[in-house]
């Protein structure tokens, strides 16, 4: 049973090279500092035979973080070419990680270290027959559900929360897959179904699936080798292809969604919708991809809005002291039938007023986010920005540290309820009222579902007991 990942001599001499090199890039400094970040954060969080949500939640972070140092060396222009403080807000991005996720690591420690044979005989203790006919009937059940989650207002936030048991189950369901090498092929067809599934929607939810694997990848990881990581690279290198890819065609893709409604809503067939999206990808030609990879890396990163947001404040618009993230949790924590005259959420009115940007908001069926991080340097300046990301990696921690040991007396199911109740949080970019929203509802939905739905699921996925022979 090992607390840490091991590297052989070709991976620390490849990661080595790797750290190095940076410094010979221009903007080589803050790619540095980065690195460094990335390597303390990872190596501590990422520990063998233990949930890795937050590892991708991190990745995902710092990938936000750094490609805006990514685009500065693709358009060949310094850091600061927008604003005068994305240099500023690049290393206050990579400082945050390490406040929101230390509580993260603390508890992530406090997990007993277990071995790969612990979770066999876990898996062992359930049915995966079972297990696959429970993911069957959630997938079509909340793919349902998915289609009508915004009509019934109120219930939205719940039902989004429901949603996610198909996720619990789809990881339960992978965890026995692949310990016990059973029912492989039908694990690979749904995910290559939700994967597919993921283009017919405006969300762009086809990344989500990607997640869930990598989840269950690094969960089983215990040696890191050089093999590995050339083809984590090679598949990193596909993977921004496709993203690229995807940036050029998905404007005009979402209107035919739309139909032109600006909503974001689907409303065409599914089969229409592909054969529109295989259209969109055969016009593309070079000189389109080669800027669509600008708009890519702008599209990914999200320190321009904390650099615009510190042009603004407090020089135009005064700290708050609290106030942005008080109304945050009021508006959170106070049910609309309380409050009949609680407005809509728009994330993109608070964007406009602290960058100074004008941007499209929900009637115009665009949602633009400020960035939970920038909530904070609004409220408490430089330094006390610090101090809210700080105190969601203890909530984010001490919750995970609860589902991860009460959720269930089997490891495997309860590792599958964390990779299903967090992974949505993995955005640098969500908007501080969505995500305690989000945050909110979650928690609740599956403290409920932990005392009075859990107990009789892994009852119900229990493997029949063998008798022994006389």
Same mark, same amino acid.
């Given at each position: 049973?090992?607390? $840490?990942?091991?590297?052989?001599?070709?991976?620390?001499?490849?990661?080595?090279?790797?750290?190095?090199?940076?410094?010979?890039?221009? +903007?080589?400094?803050?790619?540095?500092?980065?690195?460094?970040?990335?390597?303390?954060?990872?190596? +501590?969080?990422?520990?063998?035979?233990?949930?890795?949500?937050?590892?991708?939640?991190?990745?995902?972070?710092?990938?936000? =973080?750094?490609?805006?140092?990514?685009?500065?060396?693709?358009? %060949?222009?310094?850091?600061?070419? $927008?604003?005068?403080?994305?240099?500023?807000?690049?290393?206050?991005? *990579?400082?945050?990680?390490?406040?929101? *996720?230390?509580?993260?690591?603390?508890?992530?420690?406090?997990?007993?270290?277990?071995?790969?044979?612990?979770?066999?005989?876990?898996?062992?203790?359930?049915?995966?027959?079972?297990?696959?006919?429970?993911?069957?009937?959630?997938?079509?059940?909340?793919?349902?559900?998915?289609?009508?989650?915004?009509?019934?207002?109120?219930?939205?936030? =719940?039902?989004?929360?429901?949603?996610?048991?198909?996720?619990?189950?789809?990881?339960?369901?992978?965890?026995?897959?692949?310990?016990?090498?059973?029912?492989?092929?039908?694990? #690979?067809?749904?995910?290559?179904?939700?994967?597919?599934?993921?283009?017919?929607?405006? @969300?762009?939810?086809?990344?989500?699936?990607?997640? @869930?694997?990598?989840?269950?990848?690094?969960?089983?990881?215990?040696?890191?080798?050089?093999?590995?990581?050339?083809?984590?690279?090679?598949?990193?290198?596909?993977?921004?292809?496709?993203?690229?890819?995807?940036?050029?065609?998905?404007?005009?893709? $979402?209107?035919?969604?739309?139909?032109?409604?600006?909503?974001?809503? =689907?409303?065409?067939?599914?089969?229409?919708?592909?054969?529109?999206?295989?259209?969109?990808?055969?016009?593309?030609?070079?000189?389109?991809?080669?800027?669509?990879?600008? %708009?890519?890396? %702008?599209?990914?990163?999200?320190?321009?809005?904390?650099?615009?947001?510190?042009?603004?404040?407090?020089?135009?618009?005064?700290?708050?002291?609290?106030?942005?993230?008080?109304?945050? !949790?009021?508006?959170?924590?106070?049910?609309? !039938?309380?409050?009949?005259?609680?407005?809509?959420?728009?994330?993109?009115?608070?964007?406009?007023?602290?960058? &100074?940007?004008?941007?499209?908001?929900?009637?115009?069926?665009?949602?633009?986010?400020?960035?939970?991080?920038?909530? &904070?340097?609004?409220?408490?300046?430089?330094?006390?920005?610090? =101090?809210?990301?700080?105190?969601?990696?203890?909530?984010?921690?001490?919750?995970?540290?609860?589902?991860?040991?009460?959720?269930?007396?089997?490891?495997?199911?309860?590792?599958?309820?964390?990779?299903?109740?967090?992974?949505?949080?993995?955005?640098?970019?969500? %908007?501080?009222?969505?995500?305690?929203? $989000?945050?909110?509802? &979650?928690?609740?939905?599956?403290?409920?579902?932990?005392?009075? *739905?859990?107990?009789?699921?892994?009852? #119900?996925?229990?493997?029949?007991?063998?008798?022994?022979?006389?």
């Amino acid at each position: 049973m090992r607390r $840490r990942l091991e590297f052989d001599e070709g991976a620390k001499g490849f990661m080595i090279l790797l750290l190095l090199s940076q410094l010979f890039f221009s +903007n080589g400094g803050y790619l540095f500092f980065g690195a460094i970040c990335l390597w303390i954060i990872l190596y +501590n969080l990422q520990q063998p035979f233990k949930p890795t949500v937050f590892s991708i939640i991190f990745i995902f972070h710092f990938i936000q =973080v750094a490609a805006g140092i990514w685009e500065s060396n693709y358009l %060949d222009q310094d850091i600061n070419y $927008r604003s005068d403080f994305t240099d500023t807000a690049t290393i206050v991005g *990579f400082v945050g990680l390490i406040f929101l *996720f230390a509580p993260i690591i603390y508890f992530q420690d406090k997990i007993p270290a277990v071995s790969r044979a612990t979770l066999l005989r876990h898996a062992e203790k359930l049915s995966i027959n079972k297990t696959f006919r429970a993911y069957l009937i959630a997938f079509f059940v909340m793919n349902a559900l998915a289609g009508v989650a915004f009509v019934v207002g109120g219930l939205a936030q =719940v039902i989004f929360s429901l949603i996610n048991i198909k996720w619990f189950l789809f990881l339960l369901f992978g965890f026995q897959s692949i310990l016990k090498n059973q029912r492989r092929k039908e694990f #690979y067809f749904f995910a290559a179904l939700e994967f597919l599934s993921g283009f017919y929607s405006y @969300f762009s939810d086809f990344k989500t699936i990607i997640f @869930f694997l990598v989840f269950l990848y690094l969960c089983l990881l215990v040696t890191v080798s050089l093999k590995q990581m050339i083809v984590v690279v090679l598949a990193l290198g596909g993977l921004f292809f496709a993203g690229v890819l995807w940036t050029s065609v998905k404007g005009e893709y $979402r209107q035919f969604l739309n139909q032109g409604s600006r909503s974001q809503t =689907v409303q065409v067939e599914k089969s229409d919708a592909l054969d529109k999206l295989l259209e969109l990808s055969d016009k593309q030609d070079a000189k389109t991809f080669n800027g669509a990879v600008a %708009d890519f890396l %702008d599209r990914f990163q999200y320190t321009y809005h904390l650099a615009k947001t510190m042009e603004r404040v407090p020089s135009v618009i005064p700290y708050q002291e609290g106030k942005n993230w008080g109304e945050t !949790i009021s508006f959170v924590l106070t049910p609309r !039938i309380l409050n009949p005259n609680k407005p809509n959420y728009d994330a993109s009115i608070k964007a406009t007023k602290y960058t &100074g940007i004008r941007y499209a908001g929900a009637r115009q069926g665009t949602s633009v986010s400020l960035g939970y991080f920038a909530d &904070g340097y609004i409220d408490f300046g430089l330094i006390g920005m610090f =101090v809210p990301l700080l105190i969601l990696g203890f909530i984010y921690g001490k919750s995970y540290f609860y589902f991860v040991r009460k959720s269930s007396n089997n490891f495997l199911f309860n590792y599958a309820v964390v990779g299903a109740l967090y992974m949505e949080f993995f955005a640098f970019e969500m %908007d501080s009222t969505f995500l305690l929203g $989000r945050l909110f509802a &979650g928690l609740l939905t599956f403290f409920m579902l932990k005392h009075f *739905f859990f107990p009789r699921l892994i009852k #119900y996925l229990a493997a029949p007991a063998v008798v022994p022979a006389t």
